[in-house]
């Protein structure tokens, strides 16, 4: 946010302002689901989106921890346990084998998340985990989809004109720690603006990005289960209201179309849950869940500032050397690890938001003790280290990273009895985990620093990940057998290769398969080629002018 802060609009409606039937209705408002909404309104489609989160301006993210904690949801898989409302911002999915951080809000998880547009490599397109129609289209989805998405989006990365950054010297000292040579260090194209306008080219209020580090901290129904209406010309989505004020009483819209952009999780939950009722689904929905291959460790309190962790938004404007975004840099080894393209993997830079500023060093420092280079529990030198790099702000010489990598796309969403659970025995153990970490621990030798893995990895009884990056649940594939959506978004009926019209997913569920990078460009494009599709089947016509003012 900029100091001269604009009104920004309220786009979202009380739940109670909703008709009983649309054109088209959407499940969820992350990238997939905004797509999905904004190309079916430009196609004169009359569109209503459904979302369990409340709706988040520019200037209503808090800065205080308490704050957050009355922010945050938790579920633990296979209990039923659920700690908060199912909308607020901050939601974690706890289960034995895994942690899943996401956002609910107007928006999804692209309210919280680190806003980088990155692309996959070509080889990972080429995988026959994607339907064949895919893979034969790609022409069309970089040249078309792709363009549409950018287009619209405009990533672009930390400018030469800003203040420099110290945690790019501290990548460059990380990355020469390793015995490889040519290593590619770049900076990161951000969904964020470096220019101040009073509106960007579709006339919303956008103002430049102020370096502060505060990227991830950034109508509340919740959809039940889609089915066939009656008439089998209309798709029934019940929901009901989550918010304090909500009865808990269900409700119904109907619409010809009905498209999932709800998450990973999110959509397969609702699919799930329809199953029960009836649907007639593939019996691979909920399978090939992955976690994109997430690796998350940190460097504690190296020789010298990195000066990742953000910064009260009022200090951003008047300091000379601010934190900049959430991520910024990238370590790209995918050109320089040996082997196929499911060894390869990228580093990121990482910095947590001022929220978690408190809880962040503490948290290195008790981890330091622990989990860090040392295999036994600390001793009394232990502790003293420990004291005095808490007392001299520790903070300001550690950083985090993000590691991408490819895992074996093994983990279960499951619902029995009521309960959702995901499943997947020993995921880090998988070998890509340990390769990333290692390559972690090499590059704070560079920066003088302690190794500090994800804790619950560290326990090798354990060796339990934590993704931001959830992926699959809804796969595509070649048939019902082989996958749940069709190489288009379309929902299969059962396990055969015909589909049931109207109803799509458009999210990060389809994804067959890790990534190896940021998912949110590739989820983005495949969701533009599914709409795209979708307007060309029903002979929709669209208007991709991207000048064109919102008009609230």
Not at 215 to 225: A, D, P
Not at 327 to 339: K, N, Q, S, W
Not at 512 to 534: F, H, K, W, Y
Request: charged letters at 20%; hydrophobic letters at 35%.
């Amino acid at each position: 946010m900029s100091a001269s802060t604009p009104e920004f609009p309220l786009l979202a409606s009380p739940n109670t302002s909703i008709k009983t039937r649309y054109d088209v209705v959407v499940v969820g408002s992350g990238y997939g689901g905004s797509i999905a909404a904004s190309r079916c309104a430009r196609a004169g489609q009359s569109v209503c989106v459904l979302e369990r989160g409340k709706e988040w301006r520019p200037g209503d993210f808090t800065e205080d921890f308490s704050e957050v904690i009355a922010e945050t949801q938790v579920t633990v898989g296979g209990l039923r346990q659920q700690i908060g409302t199912p909308n607020r911002l901050f939601e974690f999915f706890y289960t034995d084998d895994l942690t899943v951080f996401q956002g609910s809000g107007l928006g999804g998880t692209s309210l919280i998340n680190a806003n980088v547009a990155i692309d996959m490599e070509d080889a990972v397109f080429e995988d026959s985990e994607w339907p064949r129609a895919l893979r034969n289209d790609r022409e069309a989805l970089f040249n078309l989809d792709r363009k549409h998405f950018i287009d619209m989006i405009k990533p672009t990365p930390y400018p030469d004109d800003y203040p420099h950054l110290q945690r790019f010297d501290r990548m460059k000292e990380a990355v020469a720690a390793l015995d490889i040579e040519d290593v590619p260090l770049y900076r990161l194209p951000l969904f964020v603006t470096f220019e101040d306008k009073i509106k960007n080219h579709v006339g919303v209020p956008q103002p430049k990005c102020t370096a502060c580090g505060n990227c991830m901290s950034g109508c509340n129904v919740e959809v039940q289960t889609v089915l066939k209406s009656r008439n089998a010309t209309e798709w029934e989505v019940t929901y009901k209201g989550v918010d304090a004020n909500s009865t808990g009483v269900e409700q119904t819209v109907y619409a010809p179309y009905v498209i999932l952009g709800a998450g990973a999780i999110g959509s397969t939950k609702i699919l799930l849950r329809s199953k029960t009722k009836g649907l007639n689904l593939s019996n691979e929905l909920g399978k090939r869940f992955s976690t994109n291959g997430d690796v998350v460790a940190s460097s504690f309190c190296g020789t010298n500032v990195a000066n990742v962790i953000g910064i009260p938004f009022q200090d951003a404007p008047e300091t000379t050397s601010p934190p900049g975004p959430s991520i910024t840099t990238v370590a790209d080894f995918r050109t320089v690890t040996p082997g196929g393209f499911d060894r390869h993997h990228i580093i990121e830079d990482l910095g947590p938001p001022v929220t978690f500023t408190a809880p962040y060093i503490v948290g290195l420092a008790v981890n330091a003790l622990f989990t860090g280079d040392s295999d036994s529990y600390p001793d009394l030198a232990d502790l003293q280290k420990f004291y005095q790099a808490v007392k001299v702000d520790a903070g300001s010489k550690s950083m985090s990273f993000l590691g991408i990598s490819h895992d074996d796309a093994r983990g279960v969403i499951s619902l029995k009895d009521g309960i959702f659970d995901i499943t997947w025995n020993k995921v880090g153990c998988e070998s890509n985990f340990f390769q990333v970490n290692r390559r972690m621990r090499k590059m704070t030798k560079g920066l003088g620093s302690t190794f500090l893995p994800y804790p619950k990895w560290a326990r090798p009884q354990k060796r339990s990940v934590f993704t931001g990056h959830p992926l699959g649940g809804c796969s595509m594939g070649e048939s019902g057998k082989s996958g749940v959506v069709n190489h288009a978004g379309q929902v299969f009926d059962g396990n055969t290769k015909n589909v049931m019209d109207g109803l799509l997913v458009v999210d990060g569920a389809i994804v067959p398969r890790p990534l190896g990078v940021n998912p949110s460009q590739t989820i983005s494009i495949l969701a533009e080629r599914c709409i795209r599709l979708l307007i060309k089947r029903e002979g929709w016509t669209i208007d991709y002018d991207t000048c064109k003012p919102l008009v609230y």
